[in-house]
């Protein structure tokens, strides 16, 4: 019999790497349309990614972002896509700036800004250098009290010139919030278009520049960042069961790491990168294992005739979150990464499944069903305060951006599986919709250095 | 045509309770007398010629009951109910009667594959499903089979059957599978 042609694999090229010739698919070409006058020059038309803001943050910063001066048509607009990251993390309402371009170099009116409402002012200028580079420079201005606060110039290939603009967004952010931006990280996820066609694919955190890492005829899920970025680990059926893979973004190169009889799921990373946790039944029900990113050396952490799964470390390596239903019901518990007793951490309710520890440790989302609707909760660890942080009803897949401040999820509005964003305050919403399939299984990937 | 159906199915059912022994019936040709010999000393008399073999039709070779159309073994899915993977009492005797068809023929492999329906997280709804397909095994191992010769995976709920959002879809979809290998 002849076996379907198995999952092909692509090599990930980010921009900031050495690059071999990466083409999009025409089925995944998205980019980010915000509904304002993002004028995208000279990139042949690819199918767009919407994303729509639905709820904003208790606390926005005000902010004028003027169109940068340039000195002919850049392929990118720099000031647009700073405009549509800051709004994106609802802590920031833009303030109109109107079409006049304004320089890092030129002389500015703070007090005008400031009547139109703008607290602070970005401006800046892309120019063409003669190697075919660009110089971009920009500038943060407090209008309030009347100072810069921030400058800084790049120079960057075309094919960086998206990320120079998520860099900016990036400062502007961490001036005024205090907290680390993450507009030039990336995201992980899966689009389902059909039922014998699935793909693993890798985007800027905007949805642009979406990549295809995995094409196959089977479901992919679980999709995994290592914490260094390098690798994603999955579960793919491509052999008609549930098998783990390491994928190595740079080359396309791929390792069955696990492999067993019976169904292999579940991969996440340990904070060195060194090892993973996967959920194998090899040797009875679910459990917990543990095993080196090159599949060695298999370990096992739990034994006990209940389900154990979606196994996620904390940042700082010290515990293993997990599913159980150990107690009855699925339930969050955690158990030290070196090993030792399990303790429980959610109570309310009769399920609640997908752990994800923030970054600093001090959160824990999950997904949480009750009277039939599939939500998204967080936990404060500490105060042992719960709250739900969506509005929608059909909630997956919980990751935590790597500043901890935003969560991406999927769901399904309207029928189609979309992705959503949602601040771990409940204030900020956005839902994020392709224009082909079913989009799932996000996974937020770690700062970019 | 009730009958008839009732006809077939206890036949079919005489098979599989016999374990199909049956043979098939030779043809012996019959033998040639020769003619034309020279007179040789008193030849000893001639042997009786056997009977000769009544020609028939033989009959149809043994039938796998696997692959029997109306037997017990046609079917291969397992339901459940909601969030559970307890196996309901109306499907006990068809995992048995697996069960034995796996024992009475040693060079059969079998997998089960466990299947959710839609609502619920996809690694959790993975488990579940690996519950549904071991609940199955267990019962097959009462009956005998080694646990070895029984693979069990599961698909969650990633390859539906019934794409509906109806509870009717969502039946369908809670489901375990007999395959043989």
Known sequence: ?????????????????????????????????????????????????????????????????????????????????????????????????????????????????????????????????????????????????????????????????????????????????????????????????????????????????????????????????????????????????????????????????????????????????????????????????????????????????????????SADGAWIYFTSDRGGSPQIYRMPAAGGDAQRVTFTGDYNISPRVSPDGRLLAYVSRRNDLFQIEVLDIALNQELTVTDTVRDESPTFAPNGRLLLYATEVGGRGILALASTDGRARARITGPNGDIREPCWGPLVK | MRSMRILFTASATALLVSGCASTKLEEKPAPVVEQSKPPAPAPAPAPAPPPVAKVEAPPPPPVDPLNDPVGVLAKRSVYFDFDKSLIKVDYQPLIEAHGRYLVEHNARQVRIEGNCDERGGREYNLALGQRRADAVRERMELVGVAAARIETISFGKEKPKALGHDEAAWAEDRRADIVYR
Not at chain 1, 231 to 252: D, I, M, N, Q, R
């Open chain 1, 1 to 313: 019999m002849n076996r379907p042609k198995a999952a092909s694999c692509h090599p990930y090229n980010p921009p900031a790497m050495p690059k071999t010739c990466a083409r999009p698919t025409r089925f995944s070409s998205l980019i980010l349309l915000l509904g304002l006058a993002a004028a995208l020059m000279s990139r042949p038309a690819p199918a767009q990614m919407t994303v729509e803001i639905t709820g904003v943050g208790s606390q926005q910063y005000p902010i004028a972002v003027a169109a940068f001066k340039t000195d002919s048509a850049a392929p990118e607009d720099i000031s647009a896509i700073v405009r549509a990251d800051l709004a994106r993390s609802g802590q920031f309402r833009m303030v109109e700036a109107g079409d006049t371009p304004v320089a890092e170099d030129e002389r500015v009116d703070l007090p005008q800004w400031r009547a139109r409402g703008a607290d602070t002012l970005a401006v800046g200028s892309v120019s063409h250098l003669a190697d075919g580079r660009f110089d971009i420079r920009y500038r943060l201005y407090d209008s309030v009290r009347n100072t810069q606060i921030d400058g800084i110039s790049y120079v960057a290939p075309p094919a960086e010139l998206r990320l120079t603009a998520h860099r900016i967004a990036d400062r502007i952010y961490e001036k005024l919030t205090g907290d680390k931006g993450v507009f030039a990280t990336r995201i992980a996820y899966v689009v389902q278009f059909s039922r014998t066609a699935y793909e693993l694919q890798i985007a800027d955190a905007d949805g642009a520049n979406p990549q295809t890492a995995l094409r196959s005829r089977e479901p992919i899920i679980s999709p995994i960042w290592s914490p260094d970025g390098t690798l994603l680990a999955y579960v793919s059926f491509e052999s008609h069961k549930p098998v783990v893979y390491v994928h190595a973004l740079a080359t396309g190169a791929r390792t069955a790491v696990a492999n067993y009889k019976g169904s292999n799921s579940a991969p996440a990373f340990s904070a060195d990168g060194k090892n993973l946790a996967v959920v194998l039944t090899k040797d009875g029900n679910s459990e917990i294992y543990l095993i080196g990113v090159d599949g060695s050396n298999p370990r096992r952490l739990t034994t006990n005739d209940a389900i154990d799964t979606e196994p996620y470390f």
